[in-house]
């Protein structure tokens, strides 16, 4: 149970009911631990992760990264330092289509890459879509990072980022719950989109790439 957030705990321990009841601390520093894996309130990633560097454990971290580009770079250079195996939950990494795809694209079977559309959105509740404003970015923060993710390891690191990220206004939130970007490269643009007020929007994500061939 992290300090801070026993509230939150407890309104959750039936999950927990039958799970040792343990500190972050007493977790890093228990017996023969050689991994952990880390799922907390986005933000604190980082923050946990770093600890357990520290302690020379190897590490699964949800993703994104982290707010800062600092911490981040701090905790990637503990895991190269202490020769640690690191790893950061996108969920399509894995998937078997999306391994297909790599493979046929690394094969050169889809010619040049000019183009990547991503969208993954979904139909989040108003309370959901309002803790969306704790985050630069909101939506595409929270899920359109795993579509940018995969641009990014499709494409490479673009020329220019254009951000078109705004609040659709409805039911008095402010965050960014419309989540959009266009990703511009030196022989094409690559869009990201999510969204957490598309209704049937969990139906229709989808990935579509495009070659010369």
Same mark, same amino acid.
């Given at each position: 149970v992290v300090e801070g957030d026993e509230e939150f705990y407890e309104t959750r321990k039936s999950v927990y009911e039958d799970v040792l009841k343990m500190t972050v601390d007493e977790i890093l520093n228990y017996r023969d631990l050689d991994a952990v894996c880390i799922e907390t309130e986005d933000r604190r990633l980082t923050e946990f992760a770093i600890k357990a560097a520290e302690k020379g454990l190897h590490i699964q971290m949800d993703k994104p990264g982290s707010e800062s580009d600092e911490d981040f770079d701090r905790l990637i250079d503990l895991v190269k330092e202490k020769n640690l195996i690191f790893h950061v939950g996108y969920m399509y990494r894995y998937n078997p289509e999306i391994l297909k795809l790599k493979k046929d694209i690394k094969e050169g079977k889809l010619g040049e890459i000019f183009s990547v559309e991503a969208q993954m959105s979904c139909t989040h509740s108003v309370e959901k879509r309002k803790w969306l404003?704790?985050?630069?970015?909101?939506? %595409?923060? /929270? #899920? !359109?990072?795993? %579509?940018?993710? %995969?641009?990014?390891?499709?494409?490479? =690191?673009?020329? =220019?980022?254009?951000? #078109?990220?705004?609040?659709? !206004?409805?039911?008095?939130?402010? *965050?960014?719950? /419309? +989540?959009? *970007?266009? #990703? $511009?490269? @030196?022989?094409? &643009?690559?869009?990201? @989109?999510?969204? *957490? &007020? =598309?209704? !049937? !929007? /969990?139906? $229709? $994500?989808? %990935?579509?790439?495009? +070659?010369? @061939?």
């Open positions: 404003g704790n985050y630069p970015g909101g939506m %595409l923060y /929270f #899920l !359109g990072c795993h %579509l940018i993710d %995969l641009v990014y390891s499709i494409c490479g =690191e673009p020329e =220019e980022v254009i951000p #078109l990220s705004q609040p659709v !206004g409805t039911d008095s939130v402010t *965050a960014d719950d /419309f +989540g959009m *970007a266009i #990703l $511009r490269y @030196k022989n094409g &643009v690559s869009s990201v @989109k999510s969204t *957490a &007020v =598309e209704v !049937g !929007g /969990f139906d $229709r $994500r989808h %990935l579509i790439v495009c +070659g010369t @061939k």
